[in-house]
């Protein structure tokens, strides 16, 4: 009850206020059950290391998909979503290039998804009701049996364990290998499935966080039942059942308490989720060009953009360059639709056009990082790096985890040929590479030989120094 209180007092209300005056408090089934006391300043800091330490395993180990403007569109649902808790805000979301509906979140915030999860959802409030469900997990923290393990190392192993999980594909491990069998009782025994009541619990209070954020509950209930006959696939990860085990009864609950809830509309037509979700199809091989054409015949303008890219990706830029005219009939303004386009126009090497076709929108929306990314690229190709790199470093000052970011700092250091320092940065970029692609031990490798080359420059050794250590702190963390 406590929660609720101050989640309103932090003017998190709005969107109840909004709403015909639904009194969660009142209702024992919209009650978030206390879960003692608060998390410490060390904790937090404990939480984010964690999640940073879990963000550099995964892409180690699972086939990530690095892709800026997916990502944030799918971010900012997960933030508002989050902004409904009292957790702090993410270290960053991850796109797994697999076909299986499966989503996970881990303390300190990283969430991951499966491209299957967006490929077999049919609106951004089914994504919503996945998300809230496992953000749930997190606020409840259900990763911990005890207070005791949340204090100690109890909670990085169970991150690792976790993660140890997710590499089913290398099943030689006795948790993949269960994985691989499909044994719920194995995973069990490592305490990686959440318990009957913890998923009731994750259902409830997932769906109220939801509602708050302004999506429409009855979602989940769709999605619990499109997962619910959606066939298992050959998979890097587990089955999502495995983890959150779903029975009839969990289902029914969760369309009762929607019913309950007062009316939220889901527009019928999400032209940007259609988009996301060919596009999504594309990256991850889950859409053939058969299926893309019979829609563009239909002028699906979401089918048009998903084409364009299936053509980038085969190298046909001339094919994707006319069906982006066609595209631009109904609309050249999207943001996809100039990325797109300046994908093209890189892949022909009309560079100076590339920088044209992005530069006004990405001028426009300063915040917008995929554009301001696909920006970069194109007046790095130009060779007009101090503008490229004014940038990135502003993306990378806010979020210094960005992997997509600092492979363009590496990309801009290395063909910027007449620059001072030039090996030295050339080595710095790539040992941020490397470390946020989860290989700590070459990434302080090469930093300690930017070390000896930088060793006359006592300002930039000194900073190479600290990054070093910084590194090697944080690598002591076993998981
Ligand atoms: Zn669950």
Not at 267 to 283: A, G, H, K, T
Not at 383 to 411: T, V
Request: hydrophobic residues 40%; charged residues 20%.
């Amino acid at each position: 009850m406590k929660k609720i209180l101050l989640a309103c007092g932090l003017g998190l209300c709005s969107t109840l206020a909004q709403t015909q005056s639904v009194d969660f408090s009142s209702s024992p089934q919209f009650s978030v059950p206390e879960i003692g006391s608060g998390v410490g300043l060390l904790d937090q800091q404990k939480e984010r290391a964690i999640g940073e330490k879990v963000y550099r395993e995964v892409h180690r180990q699972l086939p990530v998909t690095e892709n800026p403007w997916m990502e944030d569109r799918l971010l900012s649902v997960f933030t508002h979503i989050l902004s409904q808790t009292q957790l702090n805000q993410p270290v960053g979301l991850l796109l797994i290039n697999d076909p299986q509906i499966n989503a996970f979140a881990v303390p300190g915030g990283l969430f991951a998804l499966n491209a299957g999860l967006i490929n077999s959802a049919r609106n951004m409030d089914e994504v919503a009701g996945v998300m809230a469900h496992e953000i749930a997990h997190v606020s409840q923290r259900h990763y911990s049996r005890s207070q005791e393990a949340f204090k100690g190392q109890g909670l990085l192993s169970l991150a690792g364990i976790l993660v140890g999980a997710l590499v089913a594909s290398q099943a030689d491990g006795d948790v993949g290998a269960a994985v691989m069998m499909g044994s719920q009782a194995a995973l069990m025994d490592k305490q990686l499935t959440y318990s009957r009541n913890q998923e009731r619990e994750a259902d409830r209070i997932g769906m109220q966080y939801m509602y708050r954020a302004g999506y429409n509950p009855q979602s989940m209930a769709d999605f619990f039942e499109v997962m619910h006959r959606s066939t298992s696939r050959v998979s890097f990860l587990p089955d999502f059942w495995l983890t959150h085990p779903l029975t009839t009864e969990r289902m029914s609950e969760a369309r009762l308490r929607a019913n309950q809830l007062p009316q939220v509309k889901t527009s019928l037509v999400d032209q940007d989720f259609e988009i996301l979700r060919w596009y999504s199809r594309v990256l991850s091989g889950q859409a053939t060009e058969l299926q893309l054409n019979a829609m563009v015949a239909q002028k699906n303008y979401a089918a048009e953009l998903a084409l364009v890219s299936l053509h980038i990706k085969q190298g046909d830029f001339s094919a994707a360059q006319k069906l982006l005219n066609e595209a631009a009939k109904q609309n050249a303004s999207h943001a996809l639709f100039t990325i797109l386009q300046t994908d093209v126009l890189l892949g022909q090497n009309k560079t100076a056009d590339a920088v044209n076709a992005v530069k006004s929108s990405a001028i426009i929306m300063p915040e917008n990082r995929a554009l301001n990314y696909k920006y970069a690229e194109a007046l790095i190709r130009n060779k007009e790096y101090a503008q490229a790199q004014l940038i990135l470093q502003r993306f990378l000052q806010a979020n210094p985890r960005d992997l997509s970011g600092w492979r363009l700092m590496l990309q801009m250091a290395d063909a910027d040929k007449d620059a001072s320092f030039r090996s030295v940065n050339v080595l710095r970029y790539r040992a941020e590479v490397e470390y946020w692609g989860g290989d700590e031990e070459r990434a302080i490798k090469s930093l300690l030989q930017a070390q000896r080359i930088a060793k006359d420059s006592k300002s930039l050794s000194a900073k190479i120094k600290q990054r070093v250590d910084e590194m090697q702190n944080e690598r002591k963390l076993k998981i």
